[in-house]
């Protein structure tokens, strides 16, 4: 992704047809320079075999809301960002309902930024999966 600044969510929502983020169905719903909120409507195809929701599927919505977010904070010159390391620790699932997620910046540097993000079952309140990850910000060369 190239360095392009703030955006709105509505700016940010129309990045994401024809994109992983946009076949899973990630709406954001909130951006301000270090927090992006978003939110998933759990569908059956983003189930596991097992019938509960798949963990890529929580981690495409947490690293989305990370990423877009990393790009209204890359510094000036810099040429876009990649994702170099991500975690998550998964707390509780859902079946049908919404999954939502804030994203919040913990560090903001020249060469790197870390976000954590909460992804959490909008119909019970409780917390699906507690997320970070790395973002190596890229220069030109």
Same mark, same amino acid.
């Given at each position: 992704?190239? *360095?392009? =600044?703030?955006? $709105?969510?509505?700016? /940010?929502?129309?990045?994401?047809? %024809?994109?992983?983020?946009?076949? !899973? ?39 989305? *809301?990370? =990423?877009?977010? $990393?790009?209204?904070? /890359?510094?000036?010159?810099?040429? %876009?960002?990649?994702?170099?390391? !991500?975690?998550s620790n998964f707390l509780g699932t859902a079946r049908e309902g919404r999954i939502t997620t804030v994203a919040t910046n913990v560090h903001t540097g ?32």
């Amino acid at each position: 992704m190239a *360095a392009t =600044g703030f955006h $709105t969510a509505d700016e /940010l929502n129309a990045l994401l047809p %024809g994109t992983l983020p946009g076949l !899973l169905g990630v709406t954001i719903t909130a951006h301000e320079p270090g927090r992006l909120e978003a939110a998933l409507d759990v569908r059956p195809d983003l189930l596991a075999p097992n019938g509960y929701l798949h963990a890529a599927t929580v981690i495409g919505l947490a690293d989305t *809301a990370c =990423g877009l977010a $990393t790009r209204a904070l /890359l510094p000036d010159g810099a040429a %876009g960002f990649t994702t170099i390391e !991500l975690k998550s620790n998964f707390l509780g699932t859902a079946r049908e309902g919404r999954i939502t997620t804030v994203a919040t910046n913990v560090h903001t540097g020249r060469t790197t930024q870390v976000w954590d993000a909460v992804v959490t079952n909008a119909g019970t309140g409780k917390t699906v999966a507690l997320f970070r990850c790395t973002q190596s910000v890229l220069w030109p060369r």
